[in-house]
């Protein structure tokens, strides 16, 4: 994440940028809203361009999310409210990686319910091969696959042997 | 300009490779034999219109008439489209369309993986970088399902035999390169197709054998796509996919 330069004619510190920063970073993903777009590492940048303006850089997670409008509207939406007006530039490289994630985004989402994304992201995978995914209410690795692709692009199906509840895992890509 | 003329038509080939697979994907909808593959399915087909739209919209800033994601989608004619005659074949059964799936993804996958890395073209190359992600995980989920049932009972394994005997002879076309194409590659836009034969050969023998399933020997590829000469099955596929458009053109959600 970084924050653009001064403006320019400005002196001191770019007051407006930095709030717009903040607002940015406090807009909640519509699909799983306990984390934020920061959280998610789907914010890229704020800065101010030549013209003086603030443009926010936002990221898509999924080539087909459909998301991403929704994404873009809000984090617009929440700066509009906030008196700043913006524009919103979709960069598509290099591909959001589930890595930008943040350590406090995975600690929201496992505490949300979500199990976080294990290991790192990488090429193809082995077939029928299995990550072992800790259960987000118990804890137990104890847990079993039921589908590669689940309520949302991003995630998978599974339930925990010990304590028998559903859960989403986050996907690794 | 040469980028312009050989450029676009060689995007719209991936494009419509993407769109047309998503679209048959699209059509389990409400019909897949489980719930599980009910998400599949659509996830899987979103990935590829997510890819076909970033496609149709960079093709459509290179050729700069003012045609967007929406016009190259939904409004040209049959002849127009050039995607290969594997994503363009009938859903069948299960057995089909995972196969077809497989086909496809085991191409697609360092396909993706070759342009990220290699491509002249930054936007190209940064639709691939995702493009390539979404297809690992097609491959690992089709590539299962065609061992799960190749090496499955009596009847899965008779289901996967009859798609491999009926949709095999559709993978070459997967190789071949059109003029456009040839130009793309020549001037570092895409990789050779060629290039990726061995490894496609290898990921595909190293499944059928898991799966117990029997290499065909094709003597004559079926082709076509490329040049716009498409199958039966492409008029039906199209008549649903821009009936909107046609019947009331310009709408939009």
């Known amino acids: 994440m970084t924050a653009g330069s001064e403006a320019p004619g400005t002196t001191g510190t770019d007051f407006e940028l930095a709030r717009a920063l ?4 406090g807009v909640p ?23 003086g303006r603030i ?16 994404i873009e509207m809000a984090v617009q939406t929440a700066l509009l409210n906030a008196g700043i007006d913006s524009t919103i530039e979709r960069v598509i490289s290099p591909a959001w990686t589930t890595d930008w994630i943040s350590a406090e985004g995975r600690e929201k989402l496992r505490a949300y319910g979500i199990a976080p994304p294990v290991g790192s992201s990488g090429g193809r995978r082995a077939f029928f091969s299995e990550d072992v995914i800790a259960c987000p209410r118990c804890g137990s690795t104890h847990t079993t696959k039921v ?12 339930r925990c042997d010990d304590c028998a509840e559903p859960f989403d895992y986050f996907k690794c890509i | 300009m040469a980028a312009v003329e050989t450029h676009v038509p060689a995007i719209l080939e991936i494009a419509d490779d993407c769109l047309i697979l998503g679209h048959r ?26 890819q076909a739209r970033a496609l149709y919209a960079h093709a459509g800033e290179i050729e700069d008439k003012g045609r967007t994601e929406d016009d190259l989608a939904f409004l040209r004619r049959e002849r127009e489209y050039r995607n290969c005659l594997l994503v363009e074949r009938r859903n069948g059964d299960f057995a089909h369309t995972m196969l077809r799936q497989f086909y496809f993804a085991a191409f697609m996958q360092p396909f993706w993986r070759d342009v990220a890395a290699g491509s002249t073209d930054a936007t190209l190359a940064g639709i691939a970088a995702k493009a390539e992600k979404e297809m690992a995980y097609h491959l690992r989920h089709s590539g299962e399902w065609v ?41 570092g836009l895409l990789p050779d197709p060629e290039s990726l034969r061995a490894e496609w050969d290898e990921t595909i023998a190293a499944v059928f054998n898991e799966a117990k399933l029997e290499m065909p020997e094709i003597r004559v590829m079926q082709k076509g796509g490329r040049d716009g000469n498409h199958g039966e099955d492409m008029g039906h596929l199209l008549a649903e996919l821009q009936f909107m458009q046609r019947a009331y053109p310009g709408q939009t959600w």
């Open chain 1, 22 to 25: 903040d607002v940015a970073s």
């Open chain 1, 29 to 51: 993903d519509p699909e799983v809203p306990c984390v934020t777009v920061a959280d998610l590492g789907i914010l890229r940048s704020v800065t101010r361009n030549e013209d």
């Open chain 1, 55 to 70: 443009v926010v850089r936002l990221t898509p997670t999924y080539s087909g999310c459909p998301a991403v409008i929704a």
């Open chain 1, 147 to 158: 589908s590669e692709f689940g309520s949302t692009a991003c995630k998978a199906h599974y």
């Open chain 2, 25 to 50: 994907l699209s059509e389990w909808c409400g019909h897949a034999p489980i719930l599980e593959e009910e998400m599949a399915l659509a996830n899987m087909g979103l990935d590829l219109l997510g």
């Open chain 2, 147 to 187: 061992i799960r049932m190749g090496d499955g009972t009596e009847e899965s394994a008779r289901r996967m035999a009859d798609a491999v005997i009926e949709l095999h002879r559709y993978t070459g076309e997967l190789f071949m390169a059109s003029p456009a194409r040839q130009q793309a590659i020549a001037s």
